[in-house]
């Protein structure tokens, strides 16, 4: 026994009786790999040591060791590292209670799984595990994508109410209005917004016919999809805001557009022809009532001034017979000598005496004084 008695590894006493100087002891020893003991000892001191710091953890007394590691009593479980470990806790309990909410979003926070109140952007404390916070992006626009190129499928083959297959390809884009109610009352919200936008759609374009949607109405169309998609989503109490309605495309279905297409081009075709024969009818129109107006107008003129001659001769008749009923003699002369120079003033005159019985000469010597006058002025030009 006195060879095994020098130390915790089994190893030869402070003498060396077999040969040896004192110079082992002093690191002049064997070395790892030299001799017949290996050096496994030192782990199990490692081993030994973590045994007894777990120990302390779990707030156990280091107990007797058996075997070759010897026995003795663990460290005690002191305040400090009671404190420190209160503390740790703390922290730690701490830092999963904070959560940190940005500008665009807002948290709800559930007590118990129960909707407790909406957080405010910023640091927010929330005491964890009662209290648990769900952050969603509320200015965040999402959107839906519905239609017969965008979906693969006939989501977009809509009936309008002449019974008309119109293919539609429009977007909804939407956020977060209200975050709990977004949480709580729907299950799936991207699936909501695409049924009741689908559905609000074929509604839309039931009442409407073919030619409007494709041509003037697809703004009109876009402002009345989002008003009935909002109202059912907040029937709905959804939370859930719609931003607008994008309608990108309204053409017939693929497989007849071709002929579509063809009859669009006469209809074109007629329009153009029934304004061409519109343009041609009203200028004719209008010249025939412009040449209706002037006829008019001249027999009102001819009729004015016939009837105003008319009532002019009458009243010089009616003058005339005035002075005759007064001097029947001096009028009658009168008149006839106004008749003869009226009928013979524009004639050239041979004037013949008829008294040739009486010693007349038969033609009168005449001196047209007149056409004298007439001579000189054409001379004088």
């Known amino acids: 026994m006195a060879g095994n008695n020098g130390g915790p590894w089994g190893s030869g006493g402070g003498r060396n009786t077999g040969g040896g100087n004192d110079g082992d002891k002093r690191g002049g020893g064997r070395r790892p790999g030299q001799g017949d003991a290996p050096q496994i000892p ?16 779990i ?6 060791g058996g075997g070759r590691f010897g026995g003795g009593e663990g460290p005690k479980l002191t305040k400090g590292m009671l404190g420190l470990v209160a503390l740790l806790a703390a922290g730690g309990w701490v830092f999963a209670s904070l959560y940190t909410v940005k500008p665009e979003e807002q948290s709800v926070e559930l007590f118990l799984g129960k909707y407790s109140q909406t957080g405010n952007p910023g640091l927010n404390f929330a005491p964890w595990p009662f209290v648990t916070a769900e952050v969603l992006p509320v200015t965040r626009e999402q959107s839906e994508d519905i ?3 965008r979906g693969g499928n006939d989501s977009g083959l809509m009936l309008t109410t002449d019974e008309n297959i119109v293919d539609i390809d429009f977007q909804v ?5 209200d975050p709990a109610k977004f949480l709580f009352n729907l299950r799936d919200p991207q699936a909501t917004v695409r049924s009741v936008s689908e559905s609000a759609m074929r509604e839309i374009i039931a009442q409407s016919e073919l030619a ?40 017939p279905p693929g497989d007849v557009i071709d002929a579509f297409r063809e009859v669009q081009a006469a209809e074109q075709e007629r329009d153009r ?9 009203n200028r004719v129109l209008a010249g025939a009532r412009g040449e209706a107006a002037q006829i008019l107008e001249e027999a009102e003129g001819y ?11 009458a009243s010089r008749f009616l003058a005339v017979l005035g002075e005759y009923r007064q001097a029947p003699d001096v009028t009658r002369k009168r008149l006839y000598i106004e008749t003869i120079e009226r009928v013979l003033g524009d004639v050239d005159k041979v004037i013949i005496d008829d008294n040739v019985s009486g010693g007349g000469q038969g033609v009168v010597p005449y001196l047209p004084l007149n056409e004298l006058r007439r001579n000189s002025d054409s001379q004088g030009n």
């Open 42 to 57: 030192e782990i199990d001191e490692i081993v030994r040591k973590g045994q007894e710091h777990l120990k302390v953890l």
């Open 147 to 149: 239609g017969v190129g």
């Open 273 to 281: 022809l029934e304004r061409q024969a519109d343009a041609y009818a």
């Open 59 to 64: 707030g156990g007394r280091g107990g007797s």
């Open 173 to 177: 884009v939407w956020n977060i209005n």
């Open 303 to 313: 009729r004015a001034r016939v009837v105003n001659e008319a009532q002019g001769e």
């Open 212 to 251: 409007p949607i494709l041509n003037r109405d697809r703004g009109q169309i876009e402002s009345s999809a989002q008003e009935l998609i909002q109202a059912t989503l907040e029937s709905y109490g959804s939370g859930i805001n719609i931003v607008r309605v994008n309608l990108d495309k309204a053409d």
